[in-house]
């Protein structure tokens, strides 16, 4: 369902000059405030034997695209594990969870998370637990706004992470320009991947920049910029989401727009 999500779908229809095809959009991804934003508790689905129960799930107009569990911080580091592992059991991910979840229901969701009231990691629909990792900086957001924000001087790992990923626009970016599909080459499957903070951020960045210094007149020096990475970092995903956004904010105004990388 990622496709119609993120670009829309074709639909015909009559709007008085006969019928054509319209292109259909569910989400405003241009204005995050004229989308619809629920968030419920428990909410319960329906599954092959049994019926699930996640703890929180984020609704943008009627779509369900986050799943939240959230666990007891008096279990120590066994939080972690036990709330991706009833993550993988809502989805199925397991064998041994077959037909004891609701795969259904991730359909359309774009993050999991998982929390403990101080803590939180995130990732997306089939991640492996070794990948749920902390989202540590807000951006846009700064420490200050998040503090405000949450009502505390010192905003815990949980709130960052939430404010960082969940903000409307900020998740409703994530959907739109960070969402990409690999196949591995040893086991066949196909994995989804979302970014990390770094990533989004270089990304907003960089294209930032390049648009300010565009609206100032400025060279094409002045326009660029350095984003330093170290060594397995995800220099190719960066490249690659930076392509996808460029593309999809510039080519209405430059469609013959081409950006060089040295990955394929």
Known sequence: LYAPLSSGISLDQDLGDGRKSQQVQFFDFEDPARNEFLVTRQFKVKGAKKHICPDIVSFVNGIPLVVIECKNPTLGDGW????????????????KYKELGAPRLFHSIQLTIATCDQDAVYGTVGTPSRFYLRWKQPYPMTPAQVAMLVGKNDPSPQDVTLAGLLAPANLLDIVRNF??????????????KVPRYQQFRAVNKALARASLAAKQGKSAVDRGGVVWHTQGSGKS?????????????KAHENPTLVLVTDRR
Do not use: N
């Open 80 to 95: 972690k594990r036990e709330a991706i592992d009833q993550l993988d059991r809502y989805q199925e991910g397991s064998e």
């Open 179 to 192: 969402v990409v599909f690999e196949r591995d080459r040893a086991t066949g499957r196909t994995i989804k």
């Open 237 to 249: 995903l960066t490249m690659l989401w930076l392509a996808i956004k460029l593309r999809r904010d």
